[in-house]
């Protein structure tokens, strides 16, 4: 490509509203503008970029033997409504009218829309596994739209589902993704962990995140030095030490604690109904389930002292019975026999409230489901001692550090919580009718971009790993009027591209200060300088990572640079 044919709109002045590298890079650089907040344009360079990564991530998809297909942006509500999403998705989710005053969500995640679709064409056990994936923009309205395309409200996602009979199924193909995430991570040169994540309000159970270890990244993770542990911080462990709970055992015999159906459903309805309560805790006690909802109106991560004695514990019987709130016993705060390890499967910031109304028998007792910036403001009122730096890890091998991370990729086992919202079965080999059990799988595309651009970079500009590099070679002829300069550079030119080679000419009548400039911020891989001594067919060669240069012969440079 030439230069001055395509259209890389560079600037010098650092842009005043991005405060991270990677947004203030492909900026400069000219890779990407904003039209509105966090909605980008990609330009040519960007543009190449994400082509590669998506090719990476085709080739390892197909490989996984997942089939591409692409779904609307435009979803209409009903769909929504049979999931619960509608009234549970908030105002993250883009909704519309069209011109009949019917509703439409704008995609945020396709699991609606792919249910329906297999729901309606998929009937027996013999056509599953089936995984399907797309690549695609997705909108959300996020809350703090910021740090360029890493928290954009249209972003390119990758992202698939996968459909079983059975869950044995569902753990292989979920083994396949990971192994396809983690090659894709790798093909894209990330320093990346793939971490033990929170199902939260989804339900299901495995899932993992994929997080670019960088200091602007929104998560925080706890790893082992020695180990392949790694854990979302809201899903290590915390240390509790428990006060004697001042309730009594025969409050809690007041609690009566039918079984659930599943976690599924329960999830389902916290994030369905929560309208009322401010958090809501769910337990997981001797295989029964004790919801407790806290209520007031604070700030989510406010939680006051107070809120301890205004939670409720709420009975849980079906997903049914669930929706309309029974049992309450306002204020309790008599114990509750916790199993040693307890699984917390909903809303977790209440840990406090948890020490204030459950007590256990062990110290140390293990609770999974904390933010630790969420959560530490509450730990003065109860006696919490999140993970820390240093401490032994989980899986008893190495010691525990803390990175930031950015969630690039995300893997979870949904099981059938959108198969059973919406009625999409299959006919077992028995011949039984059984709700289809799934699995999604998402890549952040354009936020992967920007993550890598994150992690490559220098004070000049960017420094693209060679396989996402916009293009393989610039050539830079340093002043375009001067024949041998110009014959040269474009006899390169045209040489690179009969090698295969993707080569940026930059035939601009630029200063040669400008030209190199640009070409840092850039940052392609090898730089050709062609200069002075063209006449003689000597050209320079500069590789961006090393910043080394050598002289050498035009007939020398393919078998270099290569
Ligand atoms: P986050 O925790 O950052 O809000 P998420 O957990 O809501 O992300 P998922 O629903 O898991 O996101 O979506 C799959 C992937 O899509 C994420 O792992 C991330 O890489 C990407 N993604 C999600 N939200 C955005 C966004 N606003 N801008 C860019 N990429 C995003
Ligand atoms: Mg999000
Ligand atoms: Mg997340
Ligand atoms: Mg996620």
Known sequence: MKQSLTFIPTMREVPADADIKSHQ?????????????????????????????????????????????????????????????????GPELMRLRDRHDREFALGATHEEVITSIVRDEIKSYKRLPLSLYQIQSKFRDEKRPRFGLLRGREFIMKDAYSFHSSF??????????????????????????????????????????????????????????SSNYAANIEMAPVHMTYEKPTGSAEDLEKVDTPEMKSIDEVCHFLSVDKKNCLKSLLFKVDEKFVLILVRGDHEVNDIKVKNLFEADIVELASADET????????????PVNLPESVEIVADHAVLAIANGVCGANEEHTHYKG????????????ADLRFIQEGDPSPDGTGTIQF?????????????TRYSEAMNASFLDENGRSQPLIMGCYGIGVSRTLSAVVEQYNDENGIVWPADLAPYDVHIIPINMKQDAQRNLGEELYAEFLDAGLDPLIDDRQERAGVKFADSDLIGIPVRITVGKRADEGIVEVKVRTTRETQECDRSEVLSVIK
């Open 25 to 89: 890079l492909l900026l400069r650089a000219g890779f990407i503008r904003q039209t509105a907040s966090g909605v980008y344009s990609y330009l040519p360079l960007a543009q190449k970029v994400l082509t590669k990564i998506q090719q990476i991530v085709r080739e390892e998809m197909n490989k996984a033997g997942a089939a591409e297909l692409l779904m609307p942006a435009l979803q209409q509500a009903e769909l929504w409504q049979e999931s619960g999403r509608w009234y549970s998705y």
């Open 403 to 415: 990175a930031r991370g950015i969630e690039v990729g995300h893997v979870f086992k949904l099981g």
């Open 168 to 225: 044995e199924s569902l753990d292989q193909v979920y083994e396949k993704m990971f192994t396809a995430y983690s090659n894709i991570f790798s093909r894209c040169k990330l320093n990346y962990r793939a971490v033990i994540a929170d199902s939260g309000a989804m339900g299901g159970k495995d899932t993992h995140e994929f997080m670019v270890l960088s200091d602007v990244g929104e998560d925080t993770i706890a790893y082992s030095d």
């Open 370 to 381: 904390v933010n630790l910036d969420r959560d530490a403001n509450i730990s003065q009122f």
């Open 323 to 334: 929706k309309q709130i029974t049992g309450v016993i306002p204020g309790y705060v008599g």
